[in-house]
Structure formats: structure tokens, C-alpha cells
Nanobody, 125 residues
């Protein structure tokens, strides 16, 4: 199975700029990778998504993070990144990297088959 592994979370002050990483076993043709987050007591929500097509790619962002977060990928390293800037308290939560064997991005949790264990982002003071 494809097995995403997230890292980069931790304690961050408001306004900080952490970068999350998601390492996967392979970047298969036609796959898409998404970042989701879940705050305590709330449902998991989509944050961003990127496809892995050989001849270009698309990215998507939820309105809450547009202009502040950037998703990217490094194909030789089999890694997807989420660069977060101007961090807000409402950005806190567990961030999950997920993969689906489809070229189109999705905001639906059920559309993603492979999930990482999550990395915790805590926003202090």
C-alpha cells in the first residue's frame, strides 16, 4: 500500500511559518495528494490538494488558507509539502496527508484511500 508519513508539526507561535512534509512510497501516475486537518471536537476538513501528473499539475485550497498556505511537491524525493504562513490560532489541529489513485483533487475524506498518522500543529499565545 501507499503509506504517507507526515512530519513538521509542533508548537508554533501565531504568525509563524511551519512547513509540513509528507513522504510517500512513490508518486504514481494519476495520483493526487491532499492535506486535511482536524481540530479537537471538530470534523476533519480539507486544506489543500495537489495532483501528480507528469505534464503539469493543479492545486486547490480551502478559502480559510488561501493566500497563506502553499502546497508543493518534490517528485525525486517522493515528498509533498504544505508551507504555512501567518499562522492563526484556528489553524491548530492534527494535519493529515492523504493519497488517492485519481488525478482530480477532492475535498471529501471518503475519496482518499491512503492516510498518514497525522502531525500535530499547536498554536500558542
Amino acid at each position: 500500500q501507499l503509506q504517507p508519513v507526515e512530519s513538521g508539526g509542533g508548537l508554533v507561535q501565531p504568525g509563524g511559518s511551519p512547513r509540513l512534509s509528507c513522504v510517500v512510497s512513490r508518486f504514481a501516475f494519476g495520483y493526487s495528494f491532499g492535506w486535511f486537518r482536524q481540530a479537537p471536537g471538530k470534523e476533519r476538513e480539507a486544506v489543500s490538494c495537489i495532483n501528480t501528473g507528469a505534464g503539469g499539475f493543479r492545486t486547490n485550497y480551502t478559502d480559510a488558507v488561501k493566500g497563506r498556505f502553499t502546497i508543493s511537491r518534490d517528485n525525486p524525493k517522493n515528498t509533498v509539502y504544505l508551507q504555512m504562513t501567518s499562522l492563526k490560532p484556528e489553524d491548530a489541529g492534527t494535519y493529515y496527508c492523504a493519497a488517492r489513485d485519481n488525478a482530480f483533487c477532492s475535498v471529501n475524506v471518503a475519496d482518499f484511500r491512503f492516510w498518514g498518522q497525522g502531525t500535530q500543529v499547536t498554536v500558542s499565545s
